[in-house]
């Protein structure tokens, strides 16, 4: 019906109006040939399109399809306001009758604002069939989001092609688009899928070069962990597609594929890989963690400044931890040294997609943690930083690509540097206290991984809004009220990031961080937190920038209470060690009598079977 009125205001002809109504319904218009060997009712229904009075441009379409949208959220706003009201009720509703045994409906996961379909909560959400992915839809969008990634990356090296895209995958964004950033890879490749009769798809095939109309471009792909699990068959969709296309031939434009491929085994051989693994080894795209594994495992490295000098540490980490390849059933989570290593070789773009409204690069730690980890990878593999995109599908009728610098900037201008944002944050407790500091620890965590990405400038913002105060919120008042530790946090990141010489600050900007730091952890004790209490380099260096005194009192506060966990952690120890000597000797005195008991009934019972043996040998 939508599709039907669409078509009338776009001024569709009535015989057009009548052919695209047969269609939908799946009826034969009057002179035309059987369904079947029409090609479906998509192609009948475009079929009928072309019927229209006159041809419309791509903008305006899309202006009439946003129309079409506006209006209907406009219409529906009553109702999602009384479904968002009624949806605490409807979960506890749901929760209880689940446990009585009964029926819990089905419903969309994800983003209420991106899906309204998925209010009210409280049903029984369900996934995605992985087999089916990519969806026609989600090809259409793979491939504009895959032609605008090309477009922006030539917009900026004047008009060269990237050799070769890395994309961080997550299992919310494959589910939610149908598998569009899986779309996204095999068209970056000059793959298309192909369906059988259940739309499944199963098979790919190569778009001829002359139709691709570019070289073919190279990628590498790091999945987490809950896609892993989720989706296995589709990575291994991802590498034949590689090896399809590095294995194309008689190409009209260049094959980074097959370039990639080469480079990668030359690249181990210098290694000292062998000949063999290296030419098996080359065409490894697909990498995540250890099977079972959910993260990097550099968060903590990254945050603890004193456990390491140089970044080349934490893209070793990262390297290690992330390694193991998912290509195939047969070497599913197979660790080959450097094979990630030489896959990562000639990377010019790292894209991390983005379809929800609820997190962005700096409120997320695991943005900077898997896109920011690649990026740094890479960095340290090729010499080069590379460009950051993020595949944005937050509006469905309108996906594009983001760069990583962009996004970051819009953030902190909406939400931590926005007084607006920070006066309603503020009627929060001691969590939306707490949110701030995460979001600042997020900032330094991007700054450790892509140093372009942050200006100095974000950093001055953000000491005028929470050490200067300059929106007059009052907010060192809140943070003592509501959660000292948090400002702590905030002040000790900011020093930190001085002292890795990542925000050149003023003397003026770094005493009077140093100032507050310690006046709040002489006032209100150490939160001991990793930047508050775990970094002895930034603790002496906090101490060199405030008088005497109260860097005594400072170094102090936060030897007392380190000293005291020490004697917790002690106590607990110790208590335990005494304990268990005398629990053995109990197990022991216990057990004794039973495996006494227990031999003899064994000796017993070898003594009849002997018996038994010479009697029927007699």
Request: proline fraction near 4%; hydrophobic fraction near 40%.
């Amino acid at each position: 019906k939508k599709a039907m009125e669409m078509a009338k205001k776009m001024g569709a002809s009535p015989e057009a109006m009548k052919k695209m109504e047969a269609a939908m319904k799946g009826k034969k218009p009057e002179g035309q040939q059987p369904a079947a060997q029409r090609g479906g009712g998509m192609s009948a229904m475009m079929a009928a399109m072309a019927g229209k009075k006159k041809e419309y441009t791509k903008e305006e379409i899309e202006f009439a399809l946003a129309v079409s949208e506006v209006e209907k959220t406009v219409r529906n706003i009553r109702n999602y306001k009384q479904q968002l009201l009624g949806s605490p009720e409807s979960e506890l509703a749901s929760m209880v009758n689940a446990l009585n045994g009964g029926y819990t409906a089905p419903s969309p996961g994800g983003d209420p604002i991106v899906n309204p379909n998925t209010l009210p909560t409280g049903r029984n959400m369900f996934a995605v069939n992985a087999e089916e992915t990519p969806t026609e839809a989600a090809w259409e969008k793979g491939m504009q989001l895959a032609k605008s990634t090309i477009d922006m990356y030539r917009k900026r090296h004047d008009g060269e092609y990237p050799q070769k895209v890395s994309y961080t995958l997550w299992s919310g964004e494959f589910i939610e688009t149908g598998g569009a950033t899986i779309a996204q890879v095999l068209y970056m490749l000059g793959v298309e899928p192909v369906r059988d009769a259940f739309g499944r798809v199963s098979d790919l095939k190569l778009i001829p070069s002359e139709e691709l109309g570019r070289p073919r471009i190279d990628v590498v792909v790091q999945t987490s962990g809950q896609l892993r699990d989720l989706a296995a068959s589709r990575l291994f969709l991802i590498n034949r597609a590689v090896e399809m296309a590095a294995a194309a031939g008689n190409e009209r434009y260049e094959n980074q594929v097959a370039a990639g491929v080469v480079e990668a085994e030359r690249a181990l051989t210098e290694k000292g890989v062998s000949p063999k693994e290296a030419r098996e080894m080359a065409a490894f795209r697909v990498f995540g963690g250890a099977n079972g594994g959910y993260g990097t495992g550099i968060q903590g490295m990254v945050e603890a400044g004193d456990r390491w000098e140089d970044e080349s540490e934490i893209a070793a980490t990262y390297l290690n931890n992330m390694g193991a390849y998912y290509g195939s059933e047969k070497n599913w989570e197979a660790f080959r040294k450097y094979a990630f290593e030489a896959a990562l070789t000639r990377t010019d773009v790292v894209v991390q997609p983005r379809q929800s409204n609820t997190w962005g690069a700096l409120s997320l730690d695991h943005v900077y943690e898997f896109m920011g980890g690649m990026n740094l990878a890479v960095r340290n593999v090729t010499g080069k930083d590379p460009d950051a995109y993020f595949s944005d599908y937050r509006n469905r009728n309108n996906n594009r690509m983001q760069e990583l610098k962009e996004s970051i900037g819009v953030e902190s201008r909406t939400t931590i540097l926005n007084p607006a944002y920070i006066r309603e944050k503020m009627k929060g407790e001691a969590s939306s206290a707490g949110t701030f500091a995460e979001t600042i620890r997020n900032t330094y965590g991007w700054n450790v991984m892509k140093p372009k990405v942050v200006d100095k400038e974000l950093w001055d913002d953000i000491f005028d809004v929470y050490v200067k105060d300059k929106f007059d919120l009052g907010v060192q008042k809140y943070f003592e009220q509501q959660n000292p530790a948090a400002l702590e946090e905030m002040t000790a990141v900011m020093l930190e990031t001085v002292r890795k010489g990542m925000w050149k600050a003023s003397e003026e900007q770094i005493a009077e961080l140093a100032k507050l730091h310690t006046e709040l952890v002489n006032k209100y004790r150490p939160s001991c937190s990793g930047f508050v209490c775990d970094n002895a380099k930034l603790r002496d260096f906090i101490a060199t920038k405030t008088d005497p005194a109260t860097a005594a009192q400072y170094k102090k506060s936060i030897s007392e209470i380190r000293e005291a966990a020490v004697r917790d952690d002690k106590g607990v120890v110790m208590k335990k060690e005494e304990l268990n000597p005398q629990t053995e000797q109990q197990k022991t005195k216990v057990a004794a009598p039973w495996v006494a008991a227990a031999v003899i009934v064994a000796l017993a019972g070898l003594a009849l079977l002997v018996r038994r043996r010479r009697k029927n040998q007699a």
